[in-house]
């Protein structure tokens, strides 16, 4: 399995997320480990149909609506792998070539604007991109959606934000801040892999499989913006 690509549409997969609204900006969920800050202001909802899935949204009925989620995988080809061998596999960037490939897989005119690794204030390494692409062959209007993965042996976290393109770019503080919010369990990745056998490192999984997750956020996105 490819773990890029299944993250790259894991990132997107909920950003119409629905469920429990919840009233502080402050969320966790301890069972798969993470928190994260949402925007004061932003309408707050958990997924039951994703357990650990949690999406907010900024700025509902007016023409800066933006959407901004978490997703969570457990298990995957890292789960073989050390924190320490993660981290080191995670710091080369994938590069612009992958998400491009991606981003052209499934919406037709996707464009990568920027691409790149770095060390997140988690203390875990974060694969990052900034992509872009029309609404629609008849709709003019550019949809823009920063992604951020980032993994621990347990489990793989997607954090996202969606915006049309003049909106991304004038709250692209905001969404930074919501992305550096994220914080994991401390030590939770400690012990579950103590001695690792070998293991093919992240960076050289097959990159095959890829599902329609762009297009599906997009069109999500489409439907929150009319």
């Not at 773990?3 to 997969?13: P, Q």
């Not at 502080?24 to 997924?47: L, R």
């Not at 907010?56 to 997703?71: D, S």
């Not at 995988?73 to 710091?91: C, E, H, W």
Request: glycine share 10%; charged share 15%.
């Amino acid at each position: 399995m490819n773990f890029r690509k299944a993250l790259f549409g894991l990132a997107v997969l909920l950003s119409g997320a629905a469920g429990g609204a919840h009233a502080a900006q402050s969320y966790a969920d301890p069972k798969v480990g993470y928190s994260v800050e949402f925007p004061d202001g932003w309408v707050v909802a958990t997924e039951p149909s994703a357990p650990g899935a949690v999406a907010g949204v900024g700025g509902q009925g007016t023409p800066e609506l933006r959407v901004c989620l978490v997703t969570v995988v457990t298990g995957g080809p890292q789960s073989k792998l050390s924190q320490a061998q993660i981290n080191q596999d995670m710091r080369a960037p994938f590069g612009d070539s992958f998400w491009q490939e991606m981003a052209g897989n499934s919406v037709k005119g996707a464009k990568v604007e920027s691409s790149g690794s770095r060390e997140h204030p988690s203390t875990l390494v974060a694969q990052e991109a900034l992509l872009s692409f029309n609404f629609s062959a008849t709709d003019p209007r550019v949809m823009r959606m920063n992604i951020s993965v980032m993994m621990t042996p347990q489990y793989i976290y997607s954090i996202g934000c969606s915006a049309e393109a003049s909106v991304h770019t004038k709250h692209k503080a905001e969404f930074l801040t919501f992305v550096n919010s994220f914080r994991h369990k401390a030590g939770m990745e400690a012990g579950v892999n103590p001695a690792p056998g070998s293991a093919t490192p992240v960076a050289a999984q097959d990159k095959s499989v890829l599902g329609s997750a762009i297009s599906r956020a997009a069109e999500i996105l489409k439907n929150k913006i009319k």
